[in-house]
């Protein structure tokens, strides 16, 4: 059995593999990441994800005011604890209004990205028809692809389908 750490810091070196893993696989077209559909899924996931942010930054620097707070924060350099903590929280507020807004920004893609779709080129089958799932349009009840579905040779309906009058 394997144990799942609940450490900040983890999580989010696993968070940032995530990341370096998504831009891996997005640097190429293939399977999952070929259609405008799946960038609209990947651009409203990171919306979701730079929605949270905010509160993983505000968190983190919890540390810090409860140990300024409680009168135990130091400073490597020998300043004042009290300016590098208000610097602290600065910085963190900054960061945290940054995030807000590329939150916003990844909202405004997604929408962009929502009415997208991509028009799929009529390719020949590489593999014959059949099984089930034939969707040829080879004339005759013989089709030059291989298959023997029954198809009318007037309509290429299936049988159940066709309304022609010699069937």
Known sequence: ??????????????????????????????????????????IGTLAHLSRM??????QAIQPVTDAHQADRLTVDDGTDPAQAASRAVQTTRLAISRAMHLSQALDAVHSALAPLGCRVDDEPEEEPCGEGMCQCYCVGVLHACGCDCPRCPYCQQDPENCDCPDQ
Request: hydrophobic fraction near 35%.
């Open 1 to 42: 059995m394997t144990t799942q750490t609940t450490n900040a810091a983890t999580l989010a070196d696993q968070a940032a593999e995530a990341i370096r893993g998504i831009n891996h696989t997005t640097r190429t077209p293939g399977e999952g990441w070929q259609y405008p559909g799946d960038a609209y899924t990947l």
């Open 53 to 58: 942010l905010p509160q993983a930054i505000t």
